[in-house]
């Protein structure tokens, strides 16, 4: 989690309103409901992971070997294996 200097995001009588209540601490502001991201939304991290999956299935469906995909996906048998049968 990143966080962030109060100053540089909020306006000053915001600033000096919390500080009646806390100081010099963190404090997590949620995010509002239905705005939720899901995982790797943000980074691009799941497009990236679902690009692999189906290059993986395409080089199975094409004859290789769950053990050689392991090797060159950096992946174990068991999560290739997963992979495969989920689609």
């Known amino acids: 989690m990143k966080y962030i200097n109060a100053n540089l995001v909020l306006p000053d009588s915001l600033v000096k309103e919390l500080q009646n209540y806390i100081q010099g601490e ?3 502001i949620p995010i509002k409901e239905g705005c939720h991201k899901n ?7 799941r497009n990236e992971i679902q690009k692999r999956n189906i290059e993986l299935v395409k080089q199975y469906r094409n004859g290789t070997s769950m053990e050689k995909l392991s090797d060159l996906f950096g992946l174990s048998i068991y999560a290739v294996r997963k992979i495969i049968y989920q689609k």
């Not at 995982?39 to 991290?45: A, D, Q």
């Open 26 to 28: 963190y404090i997590y």
């Open 39 to 45: 995982w790797g939304e943000v980074s691009g991290y």
